[in-house]
């Protein structure tokens, strides 16, 4: 990696140059520096806004999934079932569908060889379960933490070779040389003395971003505290998106922050709202009467975890709503593992066969939600207690929260975006259909990880940044006047976030979505006014800006072709029965300074295989990277 300072309207600007640029430290990043390394790439740098921040090493669930092709000894899965599978969710496209399906098991393998303890049976087999969306036992799990468990893993792998990292640096911009293609990237240093220069150029003619999700899109989230995301930064070059309108909400914990699936459900804990005079309602006994039926609905909603607008009426995503209701009201909701719900009349054998069968299988057929929560997932348990809550004594105060965008930035078959350069894998890239399966997003990161570091070598390795490029692009960030951002800012930005969680989130209104994105797109347009600055909240709120507006924009766009699916139920649209319009992907582009929505069908599944002669001669000859 080549250090310098350029000189720019008389200052002195520490500048990086490389090949690659990664953008960000979980485990779609790490794993991408990796395989770039292990390619021949060893021109490349990971940049960072903190290192132990992020959702891969902050985040999970009671058992967080991971989504790849089944290998059980009873099992018939194939690559093409599964793509069939993920394609099936709606608004996905075949080849990215394909290429996560088949590369699922080299990059499970891999990790599974890096020591993420995925667990077998004594004769080594890995052995699966059933997951949300899924009909063919594809799971597996390293426990509540196993996307840290990768992370960890991969950072192994990173540091063992020594790769370069740039931390505590805020990625605020992409440049672009004259041809629109990335040439580098500003940031601002985050740690540094107020009275030093804080800005950064690198050089870069790839640039890989896996920041993850945006969390600061919304207000209640599951997102752990420190991760905001960057997507804003695709969309502010130009890159196109695409269903941004399809996110995975679900209930979780609001303190700590933390998913409340699987198992957290299913050992069937009281669902408690208390007012502000701290009177105490049971939810279940006040809107669903019928003790097996509520019970039943409780105990899905661990495996159905997120909302689902196909389950809203009849089915476990009434619980969501209930939740969601009641927090409107005023009061805050809680699951009681000391008691249980319906609390005297609650009867375990009124339960559907499906729960019963499965408490039963589990030997978790017991008193009490504790006592059935410690039976079927003792690690589930743990990990509250070891963050200050034990379940045994306190309820857990939970909310209807956001926590997956299955959209982002639309990339092709090598993760490669509308922007010539830029590459992005994980939660950042939009790969997600409408209903994915629990866990196929850590599959999605890895698959990115690989197929983009791949197109890297075999087709980019030799680009390189000069200075007279990279010093035309980033002129406008160093004008004389230097301004700094006021508070009503952050302030601003927490109001648009409070309105996303109450009327675009899970629960949609699509009048106010139209009002809200003229409102904050003039906002926008006074955020650019006030540039350049040199302060990172400023870039965290204009990344956050540059979202929203985006996807407010695909939001209007989906309800004005009445287009009501997966994630969410609208107050005010009429839905469509039109397949065709179902099916559809909304496209968003930030273009000459308005933003513009569009809905195309997906790209078909490919036919895959091959007559294996045909197959060598190509990778022979290119590895089959075109």
Request: aromatic letters at 8%; a negative charge; hydrophobic letters at 40%.
């Amino acid at each position: 990696m080549k250090q310098t300072n350029l000189s720019i309207h008389n200052r002195k600007i520490k500048t990086y140059f490389v090949n690659t640029l990664v953008v960000g430290s979980g485990a779609a990043g790490y794993a991408a520096a990796v395989r770039l390394w292990e390619g021949g790439n060893e021109n490349i740098a990971l940049l960072t806004e903190n290192r132990l921040c992020g959702t891969s090493r902050n985040a999970g669930s009671d058992k967080q999934t991971y989504y790849k092709q089944g290998i059980g000894a009873m099992g018939t899965d194939s690559p093409l079932r599964m793509a069939k599978d993920l394609f099936a969710g709606g608004a996905m496209d075949g080849d990215t569908a394909y290429c996560e399906a088949v590369n699922s098991l080299p990059c499970f393998f891999r990790l599974a060889q890096m020591g993420v303890a995925f667990p077998t049976n004594r004769y080594g087999e890995f052995v699966g379960y059933r997951t949300d969306h899924d009909t063919a036992g594809r799971a597996t799990s390293a426990g509540p933490l196993t996307s840290k468990m990768m992370t960890e893993a991969w950072e192994k792998e990173f540091e063992k070779y020594a790769i370069p990292m740039l931390d505590n640096l805020l990625a605020a911009e992409i440049l672009k040389d004259e041809n629109g293609a990335v040439c580098g990237v500003f940031a601002i240093r985050t740690d540094a003395d107020p009275t030093e220069e804080n800005r950064v150029l690198i050089g870069c003619a790839n640039l890989i971003l896996a920041t993850g999700g945006h969390a600061a899109v919304y207000a209640d989230t599951v997102y752990p505290d420190g991760h905001t995301g960057s997507l804003g930064l695709a969309v502010q070059a130009g890159a196109g998106m695409q269903n941004l309108t399809e996110w995975q909400y679900g209930l979780a914990s609001v303190a700590p922050k933390w998913n409340v699936s699987g198992t957290y459900m299913q050992s069937l804990p009281a669902l408690i709202s208390i007012d502000e005079n701290g009177n105490r309602t049971d939810i279940l006994q006040k809107y669903i009467p019928d003790i097996g039926t509520g019970l039943s609905l409780l105990f899905r909603k661990g495996y159905e975890w997120p909302f689902d607008s196909a389950k809203a009426e009849n089915g476990s995503s009434q619980i969501d709503l209930l939740v969601h209701k009641e927090k409107s009201l005023g009061n805050r909701i809680y699951l009681d593992y000391t008691v249980n719900p319906y609390g005297e009349k609650f009867d375990l054998s009124l339960l559907d066969t499906e729960a019963k069968s499965y408490l039963e299988n589990a030997n978790a057929l017991l008193a009490t939600p504790l006592q059935r929560l410690l039976q079927m997932n003792t690690p589930a348990y743990e990990l509250y207690f070891n963050k200050g809550v034990d379940l045994a004594e306190q309820p857990l105060e939970i909310a209807l929260c956001a926590q997956h965008c299955n959209g982002g930035v639309a990339v092709d078959a090598w993760w490669q975006s509308s922007v010539e350069g830029l590459f992005v894998c994980g939660e950042a890239a939009g790969t997600h259909g409408v209903r994915r399966p629990g866990g196929s997003a850590l599959n999605a990161g890895q698959v990115g990880a690989l197929r983009a570091s791949q197109f890297i070598n075999a087709k980019c390795e030799d680009k390189v940044t000069n200075e007279q490029t990279l010093l035309a692009s980033a002129a406008h960030l160093f004008a004389e006047s230097q301004q700094k951002t006021d508070k009503k800012n952050s302030l601003q930005t927490l109001a648009s976030r409070v309105f996303m969680s109450e009327h675009a989130g899970a629960i949609r209104n699509a009048d106010q979505c139209r009002q809200m994105q003229e409102s904050l797109a003039e906002q926008l347009l006074q955020y650019e006014k006030t540039a350049p600055v040199q302060d990172a909240e400023f870039y965290r709120c204009r990344h956050a800006l540059f979202t929203q507006c985006a996807q407010l924009n695909a939001l209007y766009t989906l309800a004005a072709h009445g287009i009501v699916r997966g994630g969410a139920v609208w107050t005010d649209v009429d839905p469509t029965e039109d397949n065709t319009l179902l099916q559809s992907v909304v496209e968003t582009q930030y273009k000459d300074g308005d933003f513009v929505s569009s809905l195309r069908a997906p790209r078909p599944l490919p036919d895959g295989g091959g007559f294996f002669e045909e197959v060598w001669r190509s990778f022979r000859e290119n590895g089959n990277v075109e």
